[in-house]
């Protein structure tokens, strides 16, 4: 069935977003009856680049996706002319899943090797997660980090400033246009211009006018008092049409008119810092909203020479994390079933270690500021506070997630406990993270474990 | 209304995908009663770095959103509860289509400055299609120009190697790993591991299995006979989890064992090149698929290091086109109806040139291959072969959409035709793209007229 549909995932397909070797693996597993249960590992090895720490973000959709899995008539049938046998057809077709879900919580700083989030069940159930859960919690939580960063250069140097998402033209797809509105909101942004990502998620909503508006009038004067004729206070207007300074003049004339106290100005082009300056000098009490190709290292230098601005509107470099556009995060089988116990498991692989078994991350805090991270043994006894949380038990919800602003307030305290260090926008120092004793041992002895049968 | 959906856009939310600033244009265009007609050009300023050339893709859905779009209950509720008012919502609720579409079909090499789409309507229904088309568009021509280029590398120095796309868990968002799948199709992939993809656009799958069925047993020599006791000749083991030469011998063992000639064997890590020769000497007659971390140069050092592989699955650095993951598609006002007239319109704006007016694209060819395109106005006289095609006229289709497979044969043929100097992966040179003598000559009048206006 060829589909032309614009940007979608209904009940009805959102289960075949997923690779086909999860389910060739499924039906092997199930026809085979080899169904252990498992326990996997969502984590990124790397930071990407100039990140000292990473905010999680994507849990509430990752959750949703576990929850409502099924399997309907339209991807039983699709699978079934793929070549899938009854049996498994059968199989899938009273799918839910009954396991356990661990996960750190959105707006929580994350560091490499710790688990975002840890599944435990049957083999099957836990290893057709895997394509979804880590799309949606590597796509956000890597622009909830680029958003962060935004805001820690306004913290830093700024006035508190908005930010507002401006980027869904040129997100990678329509679900990365939403899904980038909400994690920046995690992140510390203030709102975005996308409608459906303002409907889909409480998030406010932003929007001026493009310069298609002014354009389409015969003269600048005629679009300014048409826009202020329609929205009077509420007005913000794009003033480097044909030339900033005097599209300022004309926005003050315009609003001294009608009377009307407009809301702002949007500058998008041109020497930023210098133009808000000329401007602020013609609209003082006027707010100056400042797009294109804002980054935080353009925000940097906005401050860095006097600019003057109310807020930020970042596109493309936010939702597509320009300097850093990939994060990638694995979901590796850490423990499996064997003879009724759960047993570590590990690939042996040059240069890429996966510390085995079910884990534990406790963070410590001295004077209010995190001192580091310990990842251990599930069940080891660690200092610190534990960041994991049981999400779903028994295949059962045992706890509401958070709401958005419960997320976004966690992401904004939580940073700032970090070390100044590892927030430094450029080359930050690797934040403090060990590996417990009792985890060191196991994984090693794994390791030699295996490297010795490799041999035999 | 919040929702924790997966990853979705439907009939019922679609409309809202979009900026706000768009709506409060379209308020007022309709309040105001300005909604001239208009003719809006979506085209790039800039090829990506390293980029001579970019092949068309994502028309099918900018086309069916074009087609679709309405606002149904949930879009106007929500946009009420906004602010927008009776009278405009009343618009919106009769809203649709029924302007001129011209556009490259897909497929197409496209350069700086000309128009992937050409938008003519009533300001008001152009303006709105903006967020949504440059989004669909610019996207999908990222990932068909990436993938075009590890294509390139293979005709030039491969063996017609086998290309699958592997990237959906890395996409940004659950649409990107969907329309990443079509567009690398388009740009000269053989299939995708995403199964929903397989599903929507009816492109091949493909899948092998992943490190966990290997550990999930006692042994790999367990885990590789269960899997060819299910798969029989079909199967394709993945043999590097814990040595990858041996793991060869014991596919080979097991294989024998079974009497099956299994059709594969999967390398993920290591030096590809290298162990691929090991690989090839212990399992002569069997295919080896390459993945991690492939991408176009990637693939041209396996080939100059003697690697030897039927095929390749390219991931994170197909979907986020890694190297280069942005393209600033922008979608301009070109043209507006005054005093019954379209007249050119374009911004005055420091280094950015927007060409004014409906334009026209022609490609010339010599001797089978092209040589240089030129942009000039849409009725003006020129050599060569007009490149947009009206695609929907009065609001109605007057073509079909080529399928899947005519827009893929289309990129390889036309990449094929293109200058090899500009098709190299790294600085090419600038395939010859000439602004015609009137469209010249119309923008430097125009320019000379508003600059005359700004010092008025």
Redesign the interface.
């Known amino acids: ?10 009940a009805a ?2 289960p ?10 499924l ?3 199930i ?2 009856d ?1 169904n ?1 249960t ?1 326990t ?1 590992s969502l984590f990124v090895r790397d930071l990407p680049p100039n990140r000292g720490y990473m905010i999680a973000a994507g849990l ?6 576990i929850e ?1 899995l099924s399997f309907g008539e ?2 039983l049938e ?2 079934s002319e ?1 070549g899938f046998d009854e049996a498994f057809l059968e199989y899938l077709s009273g799918f839910e899943f009954t396991g356990e879900v661990r996960a750190l919580p959105e707006g929580t700083p994350v560091f490499v090797n710790e688990p975002l989030l840890e599944v435990t069940a049957p ?1 099957a159930q836990a ?1 057709l997660l ?3 859960v ?3 919690i ?2 956000q939580s ?1 622009i909830a980090t680029k958003a962060s960063r935004m805001r820690e250069i306004i913290d830093r140097n700024g006035d508190g400033q908005q930010l507002i998402d ?1 980027g ?13 509105a909400r994690a920046a909101y995690i992140g510390g942004f203030d709102g975005t ?4 990502a ?5 998030i406010p ?15 600048e004067r005629d679009s300014f008092e ?2 202020v ?3 009077g206070d509420e007005s913000v207007l794009l003033i ?4 900033t300074v ?1 599209g300022a003049e004309l926005a003050k004339e315009v609003a001294d008119e009608a009377g009307a106290s407009i809301r702002g100005v949007r500058l998008d ?2 020497d930023l810092a210098a133009l808000s300056q000329d401007v602020d000098a013609v609209l003082p009490d006027v707010d100056q909203f400042i797009s294109s190709g804002i980054d935080e290292s353009k925000i940097d230098d906005f401050f860095e020479r006097g600019g003057v601005g109310a807020g930020f509107g970042p596109g ?1 470099a936010l ?4 300097d850093a ?2 994060v ?2 694995v ?3 850490v423990a ?1 079933e ?1 003879d009724g116990e759960m047993r570590p ?6 240069g ?1 270690v996966t510390y085995p078994g079910a884990k534990s991350v406790r963070r410590t805090e001295s004077d209010g500021r995190y001192t580091g991270d310990v990842i251990g043994l599930r069940d080891e006894d660690l200092p610190g506070e534990e960041q994991l949380v049981t999400v779903i038990d028994g295949g059962e919800r045992v706890i509401g997630l958070p ?1 958005l602003e419960t997320s976004k307030a966690r992401a904004r305290t939580h940073r700032r406990k970090l070390p100044d260090s590892s927030r430094r926008l450029e080359d930050p120092e690797p934040y403090d993270v060990r590996i417990s004793d009792e985890l060191q041992q196991e994984t090693e002895e794994l390791q030699r474990e ?1 490297e010795a ?2 041999t035999e």
């Open positions: 069935m060829s589909q032309t549909t614009f940007g979608y995932l209904t397909n959102a075949l977003f997923t690779d086909l070797y999860e389910l060739r693996m039906q092997a597993y026809n085979q080899h252990p498992a996997f509430e959709q990752a959750i949703h996706y409502t339209r991807a699709y699978l793929e083999i290893q895997e394509t979804a880590i799309n949606q590597g796509y890597l401006f869904s033209r040129r997100a990678h797809g329509t679900d990365a246009g939403l899904k980038a211009s996308n409608v459906a303002g409907e889909a998620f409480e909503t932003s929007g001026t006018m493009a310069h298609s508006w002014v354009q389409s009038f015969e003269d048409t826009f004729d329609e929205y480097d049409t044909y030339d005097r082009s041109g493309t939702v597509t994390s320009t556009p990939k990638e995060g979901y590796k089988l499996v064997r498991t590990m690939k042996l692989s040059t890429k709401d295996l049968r490799r």
